[in-house]
């Protein structure tokens, strides 16, 4: 139940930072600089800038970094054998350790913590955006830079919606998620105990119920949206409107001048 309110991506916390006042499209655009540049890096020095960076965007968030740390427990896992994965099978370097016909190398040791690092970064990167940004500037904003591909008869519009209605739905059915286990639990059904078989077992009365309940949530929203009229973005007006300033085009350039940079060190 922990690492179900651990989930951070699709929450929203509203502030009056730097990263909270930032447009959603230059948030979004940067966003996918920073990542390029975290899959470009391959050297020491390159992490250690992106560390800085983030660290600097994080503190400008002004957002308590135990959120940032919680949306870290569920993938806990997946850092963990990704690891594991690289410290027996990547080979190249000293012998560090030999265990029969099995050998861990530096080289397998070293590219695991570069692997696990870079998922520590798009998982805090990714948290920071949508901390930070508000569903409909989600939406909003993924809408605008989605609306070129409608010329080849992409609805921008609708994906836009979905896309964002599905992150918003995460802490919705995380929240759903754990009343159903607590009362599942106090029927005496048991989560933890047991090996994995078991407990992926156990989890069946607790998928059926949610599967059930995400219908329903979906179809009451598609009532109530007909309710009020949505025909999609087609002659759709907005509350507030997209404006860029000038601190946006900085935020873009710099994050383009960072992967630039990273590139020019790795030479």
Request: charged share 15%.
């Amino acid at each position: 139940m922990s690492m179900l309110k651990s989930i951070t991506i699709g929450q929203f916390v509203p502030g009056d930072s730097l990263m909270h006042r930032l447009d959603a499209r230059a948030k979004f655009i940067a966003l996918i600089f920073l990542i390029i540049a975290v899959f470009t890096v391959n050297t020491f020095w390159g992490y250690i800038i992106i560390a800085a960076v983030i660290s600097s965007l994080l503190f400008s968030s002004r957002l308590p970094l135990r959120y940032f740390f919680r949306g870290l427990r569920p993938v806990y896992y997946i850092l963990t054998f990704t690891f594991i994965i690289h410290l027996f099978f990547t080979k190249g370097g000293s012998v560090l350790l030999r265990l029969g016909s099995v050998t861990v190398e530096s080289y397998g040791v070293y590219l695991g913590l570069f692997m696990i690092t870079r998922i520590i970064f798009l998982v805090v990167t990714t948290s920071l955006l949508t901390l930070t940004t508000s569903p409909i500037a989600l939406t909003d904003a993924l809408e605008y830079l989605l609306k070129p591909l409608g010329k080849i008869g992409i609805p921008a519009h609708e994906i836009a919606m979905m896309m964002t209605i599905a992150m918003r739905f995460i802490p919705t059915l995380m929240e759903e998620s754990e009343k159903i286990m607590k009362a599942q639990m106090a029927r005496g059904a048991d989560f933890e105990s047991g090996n994995i078989y078991r407990r992926a077992k156990s989890l069946v009365p607790l998928l059926v119920p949610l599967f059930v309940s995400s219908f329903r949530r979906a179809d009451d929203l598609a009532v109530a949206m007909e309710a009020r009229c949505y025909r999609g973005g087609e002659g759709r007006t907005r509350l507030n409107e997209l404006k860029a300033v000038p601190r946006d085009f900085i935020a873009i350039a710099c994050t383009i001048l960072l992967v630039v940079l990273i590139n020019w060190a790795q030479v």
